[in-house]
């Protein structure tokens, strides 16, 4: 029998909400970045899904630590400080200068003075935060669904970091591409990398592909491929990995894109979603370790045993 329990996700109703979201995701994201001494690969600039929402997790500052939260089940941006209270504001159809501005606003009432980059990266059009009221629409709905399948991706993602005992990311949102990842690493160097995403220094992205990665995560799409879709690829990438068998038999290798994916719809429709997605990340895994001749023996693990014992 077919579980229904991950929400429907049609990106013809989400969107123009996503394309808003997704840019002041960015405002906030950015707001950590500044505030955060500089991690590889750039793990100090992403989002978590969080029970409410998304998070940025806590941020140094002067006067101690904060964090901004989306929550989209009461459809409000939280700023929570250590040292002075919390402040609010509600998400609804407001351009984005808008939120910008109110954004800046409740910082400053909360002493956290901060100076941001305030133009978007990886996207085609830069338009100014505070020069963009192109972008306002934000329904509720539709933005607690897409929330509501995150969730249900965070828990699966988790359990197949889990699984890996050399460097390994967190499982954290990407504001750039609006993306859910987690990447593991060989251990290796690798090539430099040639760049080409829009609006992203050179410099950034030869950092973040510094070592040999194998990478899968979720993404909602766009105009250009407007279907929600999990991906997994590798770089370097090796000419015999789009040829490896990967699991289960919906994924497939876009030559477009260059990496292996798998419909979101294909997931929500399995008779375990949890389990139908375990199978794509584990086997794309398999397939970048494989061709990329990884250390399989000393990379890999499984600590399940010791949970009785604790």
């Given at each position: 029998m077919i579980r229904k329990n991950w929400p429907e996700l049609k990106f013809k109703d989400l969107k123009d909400t996503m394309v808003t979201v997704q840019l002041w995701t960015q405002i906030v994201g950015k707001i950590r970045l500044i505030n955060s001494p500089w991690l590889n690969h750039s793990w100090h600039v992403t989002l978590y899904v969080s029970a409410l929402g998304l998070t940025t997790g806590s941020i140094p500052y002067r006067n101690g630590l904060f964090q901004i939260d989306f929550d989209f089940i009461g459809h409000q941006l939280v700023i929570t400080s250590?040292?002075?209270g919390q402040q609010r504001f509600n998400l609804y159809s407001r351009t984005v200068?808008?939120?910008?501005q109110e954004l800046l606003e409740k910082l400053q009432l909360m002493e956290i003075e901060t100076e941001i980059y305030a133009k978007p990266n990886e996207l085609e059009t830069a338009v100014p935060f505070n020069e963009d009221h192109i972008h306002f629409h934000y329904d509720g709905e539709q933005i607690n669904l897409l929330w509501q399948a995150?969730?249900?991706?965070e828990t699966v993602f988790t359990r197949?970091?889990?699984?890996?005992?050399?460097?390994?990311?967190p499982v954290h949102f990407f504001w750039g591409a609006f993306d859910l990842a987690v990447t593991r690493f060989s251990g290796r160097s690798?090539?430099?990398?040639p760049g080409g995403a829009p609006n992203m220094p050179l410099e950034v992205m030869q950092e973040a592909y510094s070592h040999e990665v194998s990478s899968c995560g979720f993404w909602p799409g766009n105009e250009s491929f407007p279907y929600p879709v999990f991906y997994a690829y590798c770089y370097p990438t090796p000419d015999t990995f789009k040829d490896q068998p990967v699991k289960p038999e919906k994924a497939s290798f876009n030559p477009?894109?260059?990496e292996f994916i798998l419909h979101y719809e294909d997931v929500r429709n399995s008779p375990n979603p949890e389990e139908f997605l375990m199978e794509f990340l584990q086997s794309t895994y398999e397939a970048a370790a494989i061709t990329g001749n990884w250390?399989?023996?000393?990379?890999?693990?499984?600590f399940s045993a010791l949970e009785k014992d604790l």
């Open positions: 250590s040292a002075n200068a808008h939120f910008y995150l969730v249900k991706m197949f970091r889990a699984k890996f005992s050399g460097k390994c990311s690798a090539p430099k990398h477009d894109m260059g250390d399989r023996t000393s990379l890999e693990c499984d």
